[in-house]
T-cell receptor, first 111, second 113 residues
Framework: KQEVTQIPAALSVPEGENLVLNCSFT??????LQWFRQDPGKGLTSLLL?????REQTSGRLNASLDKSSGRSTLYIAASQPGDSATYLC??????????FGKGITLSVRP | DGGITQSPKYLFRKEGQNVTLSCEQN?????MYWYRQDPGQGLRLIYY???????QKGDIAEGYSVSREKKESFPLTVTSAQKNPTAFYLC????????????FGSGTQLSVL
């Protein structure tokens, strides 16, 4: 059974700090990995998708990397802002045509 | 604007009652999904459909039913057999292909009266 793990469950940092959110997965046949943001009581917003053939993707202050051999992905947020406060989830898409989600990391950026 | 519309935003169910959550998309996506989100448990897959008139059970299908009569629509019925239905329900869709993004609706919060 595919598993996706995100540790820690919560993180609090001061504004301006660069930070890394980790995601571990067990599926060696991963097709892609997608990072999402979720604000309280809202749906998920897609941030970045990394295909299995890619090493990283960038969008603005966000950079996501993928290492299939170690089963890890990281989401790098540069110069964090209070507006970045949200829950960040990763999900891996495998050969069974389903996405498996991590439980998310709740990020709080203090002004 | 293209997107996924879920309705209602809030829904209350009486004991023994079936309720239906609506999900409509105008993205021309073939695949649609229903997830349940409980605090601290992440998202769990209820049902998914990769094409019209076909759907498969996910990890927690018991007490739920779906239909996929139109490409744009994938309604979820929470039946009276689901004994713990209180949760946040999320509908999602994606285009065919292993490298396509998954898009989500804004969710429906279901509570039991």
């Amino acid at each position: 059974k595919q598993e996706v793990t995100q540790i820690p469950a919560a993180l609090s940092v001061p504004e301006g700090e660069n930070l890394v959110l980790n995601c571990s997965f067990t599926d060696s046949a991963i097709y892609n990995l997608q990072w999402f943001r979720q604000d309280p009581g809202k749906g998920l917003t897609s941030l970045l998708l990394i295909q299995s053939s890619q090493r990283e993707q960038t969008s603005g202050r966000l950079n996501a990397s993928l290492d299939k051999s170690s089963g890890r992905s990281t989401l790098y947020i540069a110069a964090s802002q209070p507006g970045d406060s949200a829950t960040y989830l990763c999900a891996e898409y495998g050969a069974n045509s389903k996405l498996t989600f991590g439980k998310g990391i709740t990020l709080s950026v203090r002004p | 604007d293209g997107g996924i519309t879920q309705s209602p935003k809030y829904l209350f169910r009486k004991e023994g009652q079936n309720v239906t959550l609506s999900c409509e998309q105008n993205l021309n996506h073939d695949a649609m999904y229903w997830y349940r989100q409980d605090p601290g448990q992440g998202l769990r897959l209820i049902y998914y459909s990769q094409i019209v008139n076909d759907f498969q059970k996910g990890d927690i299908a018991e007490g739920y039913s779906v239909s996929r009569e139109k490409k744009e629509s994938f309604p979820l019925t929470v039946t009276s057999a689901q004994k713990n239905p209180t949760a946040f329900y999320l509908c999602a869709s994606k285009a065919t292909g292993s490298h396509e993004k998954l898009f989500f609706g804004s969710g429906t919060q279901l509570s039991v009266l």
